[in-house]
C-alpha cells in the first residue's frame, strides 16, 4: 500500500511557469511605450515644419483679392464710371445638402434647457432632425426669393445625387441683400467680394463709356479702348478654412492688389447733356430713324460731346443689343452731300483754281459726259460767297471739273476723308474715298457736292476745324490735352478765313440755314440734304440724311459741330430745318457754359479780299 501511494505522488503535475511569458509581455508593452513616445519626440520637434505644411495645405488658402478698376471721368472730374463693392454668392451643394451639425447641438441644448436637462430620447432627437431640415428648406426657399431666383434653383442642387462643391447662384447682388441672407446662417452659402460697374450718366454718356461684362472687363466705348489703363491687378491673401470649407481667419496678404489707373477725357458732361437732350427732342420730333452729334474744340481737337440716338442704359444689362451700343458717330458712314462745298471752294482758291472774283454761270442744268448736274432752282450767276450761301450744285461741278483728279484727291484726304479718325473704339469707320485714277468726270463733280464718298460724322467734324482753325486741321482725342501734336496745315489762313466768312451768309435769313442762328454769337456753317442710297438701284425715294456743320463763333471759332438726322419723316427734311435748329440750341447754351463772349456785330464781315463782282450784278 506504501508503494501504491508513494506512486500516485510523484505522479502530481507540478504548476506551469509564466514568468518568461510576463516577461516578453512586460517588455512588448515598454517597447511600444518608447516607440510612441519616440515618434511623438519626432514628430513634435523634428517634424514640426512638416506638420504645419500638412495642416496648412488641408485648412489654408490663397484666394483672390480683386483689384477697383479705374474711374472714368469727364474733363472737370464729374464721374461716368466707376466702381461699387458688391457680393457675390456662391453654393457648396454638398454642405448646403449635409446637416449642420453645429446647428443640431445648438438645437438639442436648447431643448434640453427648456425640459430642465432631462435626457432627450431617441425620438426627439430625430424630431430635432426633422425640424433642422424644415428651418434649412424654408431658409433656402426665402434665399432664392431673395435673390430672384425660381422655385427650386438651390434646392434642386441640393438634391442631386453627386452635389457640386461650388455653383454661382446670383453675381453682384445689393448689400441690403447680402445682409438678408447672411442672417439665413446657410451652411454652405459663401460670400465673394466683387467690383459692379455704375455709371451716373446712364443714357446720356453710354455710347462713350461703353459698359463692362459681370467680370469688370470692357465690351464696347472706352471701356473695351482703356481695358488695360483701367484694369487693375487682383492681389492673394492666405485665409483658414474650417471643416466646413468656411473660411473662419485671415492671416496675411501674399500680394496687395493694384488698382486700375482714371481716365480723363476731353467730354464735358454738360455739353455732353445738351447733346444729348436736342438731339432725342429732333429725332422724337422729326420721327426719325436715328440721330448723331459731335462737337469738337475748333482749337485743338478735342471731343467735347458725343450723342447718338436711340441710346440704351449701360446699367441695365438685360436690355443690351448691338444695334443700340454701337457709338454711330465714330462708325457708320454717311454721304456727307453739300457740307463738303465749303472744301471745294477752299481747294480751288488754294490751287489757283479757283480766282476770289470768278462769277459761274449756273442756268439750273450742267452736262457732264452723259450725265446732268442739276441745282434745285436756276440761280443764274453766283459769285464764291453765293455759291456757298445758295449751295449750288453746278458751280462747285465747275470748279471741281478745273482741279486735277490728283490734287483735288489730295485735299479730300489731307482732310481725313477715307482715313481713320483713330480714337481707338471698335469698327471706327475709315470712309470712303475712291482712288482718283478711278475718277471720271461725273464722279469728280459729283464727289464736290457730296456723293461718291462716305464718311462718319465725326470724320466731317474733324475736317471743319481745317476751317476753323485758319486752316490748320487737328487729330481728334477723347482724352483731355492741351495741344494737338498731330495737327497739320492744310488751307492757308486767308483762304480758311475767307470761306469761314462765306459760310456765315448760309445763316443769314435768304440763306438755307438761317434756324442756325445763335443770338449774340456769329456763326459759320453749310447745310447738307442727301439722297439716301439704295444699293445698285440708285437712290431711295423719299429717304434722306439731313446733316448741318457748323462753327462758332465765326469770327473767332471755339466749338465745330456736326448733327446728323437719319431718315426724317414728319415732313421737314432739309438740313437746314432738321438738323440746324438742334445746333443752334447747343450751340447757344455750349458757348455760355464755356463762357464765350457774345461777337456778333451788325455789318456784314469782309468775305473776301476783292471786291465782289456780283456785287455789281446784283
Known amino acids: 500500500m506504501q508503494d501504491f501511494r508513494t506512486t500516485r505522488s510523484t505522479k502530481r503535475e507540478t504548476p506551469k511557469d509564466f514568468s518568461k511569458r510576463r516577461h516578453f509581455l512586460l517588455m512588448f508593452m515598454m ?75 445648438r438645437m438639442e441644448k436648447a431643448l434640453r434647457k427648456a425640459r430642465k436637462g432631462e435626457k432627450l430620447s431617441e425620438q426627439d432627437k430625430a424630431q430635432l432632425v426633422e425640424t ?61 467680394r466683387e467690383y459692379k460697374r455704375f455709371y451716373p450718366a446712364s443714357e446720356i454718356s453710354a455710347h462713350i463709356v461703353g459698359f463692362t461684362n459681370l467680370d469688370e472687363v470692357g465690351q464696347e466705348g472706352l471701356e473695351a479702348a482703356y481695358e488695360k489703363t483701367l484694369k487693375g491687378k487682383e492681389g492673394l491673401k492666405q485665409v483658414v478654412h474650417d471643416g466646413n470649407d468656411n473660411i473662419i481667419a485671415e492671416m496675411a496678404n501674399v500680394r496687395e492688389p493694384v488698382n486700375g489707373k482714371n481716365v480723363e477725357l476731353s467730354i464735358d458732361q454738360r455739353l455732353q447733356y445738351l447733346a444729348y437732350r436736342e438731339l432725342k427732342q429732333a429725332v422724337d420730333l422729326n420721327k426719325a430713324k436715328s440721330g448723331m452729334l459731335v462737337m469738337l474744340d475748333a482749337k485743338n481737337g478735342e471731343i ?26 465714330f462708325t457708320e458712314i454717311f454721304e456727307p452731300g453739300s457740307t463738303v462745298k465749303p472744301f471745294v471752294v477752299a481747294a480751288g482758291l488754294e490751287g489757283g483754281y479757283v480766282r476770289p472774283n470768278d462769277l459761274f454761270y449756273t442756268h439750273g442744268v450742267f452736262p457732264v459726259g452723259h450725265h446732268v448736274v442739276k441745282d434745285v432752282h ?49 469698327q471706327e469707320a475709315t470712309g470712303r474715298l475712291l482712288d482718283y485714277h478711278r475718277w471720271h468726270d461725273f464722279e469728280r463733280a459729283t464727289l464736290s457736292f457730296g456723293y461718291s464718298l462716305n464718311v462718319s460724322a465725326l ?53 438755307t440755314a438761317y434756324e442756325a ?44 459741330m456736326v ?56
Request: aromatic share 6%.
Open 378 to 426: 436756276n440761280y443764274g450767276t453766283l459769285d464764291l460767297t453765293h455759291v456757298i450761301k445758295k449751295s449750288s450744285n453746278i458751280a462747285v461741278s465747275q470748279m471741281a471739273l478745273k482741279m486735277p483728279p490728283q490734287y483735288f484727291w489730295n485735299t479730300y484726304h489731307n482732310l481725313g476723308f477715307g482715313v481713320s479718325a483713330n480714337i481707338g473704339f471698335k
Open 459 to 511: 470724320q466731317l467734324a474733324r475736317a471743319y476745324t481745317a476751317l476753323a482753325d485758319d486752316g490748320i486741321l487737328h487729330s481728334v482725342s477723347l482724352l483731355k490735352r492741351d495741344e494737338d501734336l498731330d495737327a497739320h496745315r492744310v488751307f492757308s489762313p486767308k483762304v480758311a478765313k475767307s470761306v469761314r466768312g462765306m459760310m456765315e451768309t448760309v445763316i443769314m435769313k435768304d440763306g
Open 132 to 192: 433642422h431640415h424644415q428651418q434649412k428648406q424654408a431658409s433656402i426657399e426665402k434665399m432664392e426669393a431673395l435673390l430672384g431666383l425660381a422655385p427650386g434653383k438651390i434646392s434642386d442642387l441640393v438634391k442631386e445625387d453627386k452635389p457640386k462643391r461650388f455653383v454661382y447662384v446670383a453675381r453682384q447682388i445689393a448689400p441690403g441683400i447680402t445682409d438678408e441672407i447672411k442672417a439665413l446662417k446657410l451652411n454652405g452659402v459663401n460670400f465673394i
Open 31 to 105: 517597447s511600444c511605450m518608447l516607440l510612441l513616445i519616440g515618434r511623438a519626440i519626432y514628430l513634435q520637434v523634428f517634424s514640426t515644419d512638416f506638420l504645419k505644411k500638412q495642416g496648412n495645405n488641408r485648412q489654408v488658402d490663397q484666394i483672390a483679392m480683386p483689384a477697383n478698376r479705374g474711374m472714368i471721368k469727364d474733363r472737370n472730374g464729374v464721374p461716368l464710371a466707376i466702381s461699387t463693392p458688391v457680393d457675390t454668392i456662391s453654393v457648396n451643394a454638398k454642405l448646403l445638402k449635409d446637416d449642420d451639425k453645429m446647428q443640431l447641438v
Open 563 to 618: 448733327v446728323m438726322i437719319d431718315e426724317p419723316t414728319a415732313g421737314n427734311y432739309y438740313g437746314g430745318l432738321v438738323s440746324a435748329p438742334v445746333f443752334s440750341k447747343v450751340i447757344s447754351g455750349a458757348l455760355r457754359i464755356l463762357q464765350v463772349a457774345p461777337d456778333k456785330e451788325d455789318t456784314m464781315p469782309i468775305l473776301l479780299t476783292e471786291k465782289s463782282p456780283l456785287q455789281q450784278v446784283h
Open 517 to 560: 442762328r445763335v443770338d449774340g454769337y456769329s456763326v459759320a456753317g453749310k447745310t447738307g440734304t442727301v439722297k439716301k442710297s439704295a444699293g445698285r438701284s440708285g437712290y431711295a425715294e423719299k429717304k434722306y440724311f439731313s446733316v448741318f456743320a457748323g462753327i462758332a463763333p465765326a469770327k473767332n471759332p471755339k466749338v465745330v
Open 304 to 329: 467735347l460731346a458725343v450723342a447718338n440716338e436711340p441710346t440704351f442704359n449701360p446699367n441695365n444689362r438685360k436690355e443690351l443689343r448691338e444695334d443700340m451700343y454701337r457709338n454711330r458717330a
